[in-house]
């Protein structure tokens, strides 16, 4: 069996969802070394050199790799995945192509699977450009309905699939994200991951509440704004709001929302946070909000309730399948909620430890291990002409 993979999201320098999953995968399956012929990776460059000099590709997947596993890389300022990986494929003609982004190339073999994230673009179109909103949606139409397998990350995210673009029940299969248990013991210190004085956030003496992910339109947090206020306002809270991700879509109207509010300056941006750096961040946040108009993961949420920290999420998309009954749940639209939740979670020790305790339950469902092995079971099927219903 010969298998060609998409590894392009793996080496890129800030990973987040679609990034860190292919990594993980990719680690496993390093690690492991499923059985096949050979295990053909296509990226667009290899680790950066830059941050660690020196690093192979043994470095960045933790271990000697398999024998069957090689990386091509190829050169392409534009259209990578159409047309450069395209034609690879074509030249490659592998047995089955496995790609972690919902997006198939023209070129791609019969035999082709491909993990769908979400679809939160068909619910919240004003969150992209027009330009991005018809991409996204032209080619995840194309993917699903040419893969002989879709992957959904989550229940919600298959149910999406079947009511919006009509997939047939039996080709999707759901298998969740995994999560890394967190390492604190290495990397660098927090003031010089964010290129922040440690002394303007006082991370180390006053409370935050920690928002983790992209800075975009649907993570709502303009709402969050609001809810802050009255809790710094009404409930007198001496917390900080700490937001960590890079900018995205909307960021604009964001900033404008954050300069306007009168809890400005208790508000703080550190931009993307990795490694380490972003699990001490979390250890010592008061809670986790993640209150996302739409999330098809949200894999913040089980990495928080491994440090024993206690989250507040949206009650809509996918984060309480992900989250189980280690999470406080709200409606996204209501501040107010918001607010109560999270005065509760720093106000109330016995419900703080309801939910960290059951935040801790809720990880032990997950791992990387098994969803690369649930999802190497899948490429085999495929390869081997076990058909899913098409």
Not at 104 to 123: F, I, N, Q
Not at 221 to 227: D, G, V, W
Request: proline share 6%; hydrophobic share 40%; net charge positive.
């Amino acid at each position: 069996m010969r298998v060609a993979i998409n590894g392009k999201p793996a080496f890129e320098k800030a990973r987040t969802g679609i990034e860190e999953y292919t990594y993980q995968l990719l680690r496993q399956w390093a690690q492991v070394g499923p059985a096949a012929d050979s295990i053909r990776i296509f990226t667009q460059r290899l680790p950066d050199q830059g941050a660690s000099p020196g690093q192979t590709l043994e470095d960045y997947f933790g271990g000697q790799l398999p024998d069957t596993m090689s990386f091509e890389v190829l050169r392409a300022k534009r259209l990578w995945t159409q047309l450069r990986l395209g034609w690879a494929l074509l030249k490659e003609q592998p047995d089955v192509f496995f790609n972690p982004m919902q997006i198939l190339p023209r070129y791609a073999p019969p035999c082709s699977v491909v993990t769908v994230h979400d679809l939160g673009y068909e619910y919240f179109p004003q969150a992209h450009s027009q330009f991005h909103f018809r991409y996204l949606r032209l080619t995840t139409q194309d993917a699903v309905r040419r893969a002989r397998a879709v992957i959904a990350v989550s229940e919600n995210t298959k149910q999406d699939l079947i009511n919006r673009y009509g997939v047939p029940r039996g080709k999707i299969v759901v298998i969740h994200h995994g999560f890394s248990q967190p390492d604190l013991s290495e990397g660098r210190s927090l003031s010089e991951i964010t290129k922040t004085p440690e002394s303007t956030l006082n991370l180390g003496s006053r409370p935050y509440f920690l928002y983790l992910g992209r800075l975009e339109a649907r993570k709502n947090l303009e709402t969050l704004f609001r809810a802050f206020e009255i809790l710094k306002f009404r409930q007198q809270l001496p917390h900080q709001l700490i937001l960590a991700g890079q900018p995205g879509f909307g960021y604009a109207k964001i900033k404008a929302a954050l300069e306007s509010s009168p809890a400005r300056g208790d508000i703080k941006e550190v931009g993307h946070i990795h490694g380490a750096a972003k699990f001490r961040c979390l250890k010592g946040a008061s809670a986790l909000v993640l209150a996302s108009w739409y999330e098809g993961f949200g894999l913040p949420v089980l990495e928080a309730q491994s440090l024993g920290v206690p989250v507040v999420a949206s009650a809509i998309s996918s984060l309480p399948e992900v989250g189980g009954q280690g999470a406080v749940y709200v409606d996204p639209k209501n501040e107010e909620a918001l607010a109560d939740a999270l005065y509760k979670l720093v106000s109330f020790p016995q419900f703080r430890a309801h939910y960290i305790q059951h935040g801790f339950k809720n990880t032990r469902r997950f791992s990387w291990r098994a969803t690369a092995e649930a999802t190497w079971r899948v490429i085999e099927d495929v390869a081997r002409a076990r058909v899913y219903f098409e």
